[in-house]
């Protein structure tokens, strides 16, 4: 109550400046985005064209006078070398396998929890949601290291498997892409679910009546009403999951093994042990373009009612 | 039609299960006498004890609160003026450009934000000499950034339920739109402001990507250590720590949403 006469002397004082006051409360956010978002980008483009070099920064600049003239020295080298390595190649077609197949699962397993809690009493629905996104508030790399636990040689699940008597050996789990897609889904999860109720819990429900009174049975209702009405949350929902899985550093780094090939890890290590500021640049850039439709599939089945994140 | 939602509800509980086992195994077994942190030796609260010992976790962990209190308040600030400029102000030319780039942070990978700013940062001290090297500052601006499109999510959709009669009422009955701002739209957001708040901070405090791109010596986040000690396996510490901080978002989460219930009650009175 206190601060309310205090913030209206400052709205008071604000106000006075009309105009200009109007033109300022644009460009807080405005200025702090462009300089802390959208400028560090063309950073990246740039150094993306450099060479690189022993020095500090550890990159040659790709602007200077020659002879009184501005000079610029495109340097197309990272990008040659990109498609020239196998490794990285391998790596863009890992992350985009890996994220594909563990959006998948993620859908699989997604799909009924939200069409569960949307069809659950209204008083139950927010506790069921609320419970989806309890873990998501903890600690993602304690969520991801607890899964070492779980799958590791003489963790949990072997323990657990040896003792029923259902295998002798342990399984080999941790240190595989299996490690990887249990990590990613496990991760993403409530971004899967979050936008697939919101989109479920709108149907109406006369829909399905009118299905079921015209003979349909479930299955064919869900198949041909349910399921295609639901496109964009699960557009959405699979977007949410896919893109920041393709650029994943953490789960691969914690649960992968020495064959999982994913491009956060790439771009981390030219960056980390490499030094090589121009390769991990171009690696960045090359992402961006493969992530540019996902993306745009994200904004349109937002746009069309897919449920915010 | 039974044999459906028995299927649905089968799912519905593995589900669940899946969400939570693991978070309970790393509670159970952080009470564990062993080392081996998946067998089970007997009741202790022994790595509790190492856990507060060790300076490197204190730090680290001091270091990583004061990140996330600033960056979170930050974040909001940026979020809220953001939100409200989009939501509120009638066309201006860079509108279409500043709802892509508050949006664009939620869909960015984490490498590519680390990277980019980190070599903003570079560029912007060779030209103006400033932030004038890496630490605390430079963590605080990257996780602003992107707490601020989190937030904005919050308090965006918050603001389009709000009721415009009340600011309009206000303004008809003489008050200036900045004071109108702080005296009535602002009360009316602030649980968004306050969920924001929160989940800005729990996303500070859980950042281990772009704070180690943007960090520089003598800063280290607790997700930079933790990292490096889960890289070397399992410690029971660790899940101590894990523990912790578990209760510790479980409670916040309790108390916010008791919190929300009431302001929901006050207002339908």
């Known amino acids: 109550m206190n601060s309310l006469p205090l913030g209206s002397r ?66 197309f080298g990272n990008y040659m070398f990109l498609l020239e390595d196998p490794l990285y190649v391998a790596a863009y077609l890992g992350s985009v396998k890996i994220a594909a197949i563990s959006t998948i699962i993620a859908l699989l397993i997604g799909y009924p929890m939200a069409y569960l809690i949307a069809r659950s009493a209204p008083e139950r629905r927010n506790l069921l949601l609320m419970m989806v996104i309890l873990p998501f508030w903890t600690s993602f790399l304690l969520r991801v290291y607890a899964w070492i636990g779980f799958l590791k040689g003489n963790g949990i699940i072997n323990n657990l498997l040896m003792n029923v008597g259902i295998i002798d050996e342990p399984l080999v789990m941790l240190q595989t892409d299996f490690a990887v897609y249990v990590g990613v889904v496990y991760t993403y999860l409530p971004f899967m679910i979050l936008p697939l109720y919101a989109n479920l819990v709108k149907l109406d429900e006369a829909y399905l009546e009118a299905s079921a009174d015209l003979g349909a049975r479930p299955v064919t209702t869900f198949f041909t009403v349910t399921l295609p009405l639901s496109m964009s949350g699960i557009i959405a929902g699979c977007m949410l999951v896919f893109i920041p899985a393709v650029g994943e550093f953490v789960i691969p780094a914690l649960l992968g093994g020495p064959d999982t090939l994913m491009i956060g890890q790439v771009l981390w290590n030219e960056f980390f042990s490499n030094r090589d500021w121009p390769i991990a640049s171009s690696v960045a850039i090359v992402m961006l373009f493969v992530l540019v439709i996902p993306i745009m599939l994200l904004r349109w089945a937002q746009a069309s009612g897919g449920g915010e994140s | 039609m039974k044999r459906k939602s028995r299927f649905l509800m089968i799912v519905g509980i593995l589900g669940f299960v899946f969400l939570y086992a693991p978070i309970l195994s790393l509670v159970i077994f952080s009470f564990n006498e062993s080392r081996l942190v998946t067998v089970w030796g007997g009741f202790s609260t022994k790595w509790y004890g190492e856990l507060f010992r060790d300076p490197q976790i204190l730090d680290a962990a001091w270091v990583s609160l004061r990140i996330a209190l600033a960056s979170a308040t930050l974040s909001v600030v940026i979020g809220t003026v953001a939100s409200f400029v989009l939501i509120r102000f009638r066309r201006f030319r860079s509108k279409t450009l500043l709802s892509m780039m508050i949006t664009a942070p939620l869909v960015m990978p984490e490498v590519i934000i680390g990277l980019s700013l980190l070599l903003m940062f570079v560029a912007m001290e060779n030209v103006i000499g400033w932030p004038g090297g890496r630490g605390l500052l430079t963590i605080i601006i990257a996780h602003s950034t992107f707490g601020a499109a989190y937030s904005a999510v919050i308090i965006q959709s918050r603001l389009v339920d709000m009721d415009l009669s009340i600011e309009e009422a206000a303004l008809d009955l003489g008050a200036r739109p900045v004071r109108v701002f702080f005296d009535v739209t602002l009360p009316v957001i602030a649980p968004a402001l306050m969920s924001g708040w929160l989940l800005a901070f729990t996303l500070s405090l859980d950042d281990l990507v772009v704070a180690s791109f943007v960090s520089g010596p003598g800063a280290s986040t607790l997700p930079m250590v933790i990292f490096s000690k889960v890289r070397l396996g399992v410690s029971p510490d660790v899940n101590a720590l894990a523990t912790i901080i578990i209760g510790l978002v479980s409670l916040g989460i309790i108390v916010a949403a008791l919190q929300i219930n009431r302001s929901k009650r006050m207002s339908r009175r």
């Open chain 1, 10 to 75: 400052i709205g008071a004082l604000l106000g006075r400046m009309g105009l200009k006051g109007r033109l300022l409360v644009i460009a807080i956010p405005t200025v702090w985005l462009l300089v802390f978002f959208l400028i560090p980008f063309l950073v990246v483009a740039k150094i993306s064209f450099s060479e690189a070099a022993i020095a500090r920064p550890p990159y040659l600049p790709i602007t200077e006078w020659v002879d009184g003239f501005f000079t610029i020295n495109l340097n």
